[in-house]
């Protein structure tokens, strides 16, 4: 996009140094656009793109925001305190709080009174949605955060629309759901690990559905957000890759040739024996002990949660340029995110 179509030209992102943050950057970089980043560490790679690094406050304390965002014209906030679930406790409820809820209501205050910013997106999660069982999420499920970090997010974007619903600057809620590409070390990874060293999956008789998102996809729905020169304001938008698939075909997609390219198996199991084990493997748990199967690996690997995404794509004017199996033969076919692969 030509720098004179575009409606910003410098763009702030906190969280810059971390796998969503750098993607984004170097596909901005690669545009023309000046990327400032607020991270705690340097990434010297990106700097050498071009980028400009700023040093992120600790986000645990009050941050004044003034001159982070001095003279940016777009604010992208990645930045936060990541899920912990194996961990939560009541005790981290404060500081979930701090970090994901009070910094960011903090930084959209600031974006309010801020004289060259025009727009402000804020990366919250799925999860927000919490254990929901009403299946696609769509835009009219309800909210309903369990966790310290669910609900500082819920609350993120509850004071976010606060600050900004009456401002004359554009704003955006991305929930994505869990994101993959090079170099993520998510659940994903967990299972490029299993596989690699041929060991058996279980899988329910029954498939179950997820979505997933890969990460050039949601590079793209960040940039057609900030760069087009109409957007709709105000929107909270579910983001993922198109297609629905089981654990089961997600594995089998992972094994292809153009992908992984390693066998996969798997064992059949009936629900109640998934079931009956995990809660065996919770109680272990509560004891100390270190178990490869619980109630939390069983949701996360056989789990339903799916999402739609019609409403994002009609509303954003945008479609995922890969499918998902693209963004799996990308993740693990060598290619990386150093160059382009959009615009």
């Not at 600050?163 to 929930?175: C, G, K, M, P």
């Not at 998510?186 to 559905?209: D, T």
């Not at 997933?212 to 957000?225: G, P, Q, R, T, W």
Request: hydrophobic share 40%; aromatic share 10%; net charge neutral.
């Amino acid at each position: 996009m030509k720098s004179e179509s575009r409606v910003v030209n410098r763009v702030l992102i906190t969280g810059g140094s971390g796998f969503i943050g750098s993607a984004l950057a170097r596909s901005l970089l690669a545009d023309g656009i000046h990327v400032r980043i607020a991270s705690r560490v340097r990434n010297a790679n990106l700097e050498r793109l071009g980028a400009e690094w700023f040093p992120l406050p600790d986000l645990a304390n009050p941050v004044d925001w003034i001159p982070v965002i001095d003279t940016m014209e777009a604010v992208v906030h990645l930045a936060g305190l990541a899920h912990r679930f194996e961990t939560e406790q009541t005790g981290d409820w404060e500081l979930y709080d701090a970090v994901n809820h009070q910094a960011t209501k903090s930084l959209a205050l600031a974006v309010k009174e801020s004289l060259t910013v025009k727009r402000f997106l804020f990366m919250s999660t799925v999860r927000v949605h919490g254990n929901t069982k009403d299946f696609p999420i769509n835009t009219n499920t309800p909210k309903k955060p369990i966790t310290p970090y669910d609900k500082s997010k819920s609350d993120a974007e509850i004071s976010t629309a606060q600050a900004l619903q009456f401002s004359e600057i554009s704003w955006t809620v991305f929930r994505p759901v869990m994101v993959y590409g090079p170099g993520n070390r998510g659940n994903m990874a967990k299972l490029e690990f299993i596989m690699r060293n041929n060991v058996p999956i279980p899988v329910g008789r029954v498939p179950n559905k997820k979505s997933f998102l890969y990460i050039d996809n949601l590079i793209s729905a960040i940039k057609s957000y900030l760069l087009k020169p109409k957007v709709i304001s105000g929107c909270f938008w579910l983001i993922a890759d198109k297609e629905i698939l089981s654990t089961e075909e997600l594995l089998r997609t992972m094994s292809l040739p153009e992908a992984m390219n390693v066998p996969v198996r798997f064992i059949y199991l009936p629900n109640w024996i998934l079931t009956w084990s995990a809660h065996i493997g919770d109680a272990f748990k509560r004891l100390g002990l270190p178990v490869p199967w619980n109630s939390e690996v069983k949701e996360k690997l056989l789990g339903d949660l799916y999402v739609d995404i019609e409403t994002t794509m009609e509303e954003l004017d945008w479609q995922p340029p890969f499918t998902l199996k693209e963004g799996i033969s990308r993740t693990y076919s060598g290619i990386n995110n150093e160059a382009p692969r959009f615009k």
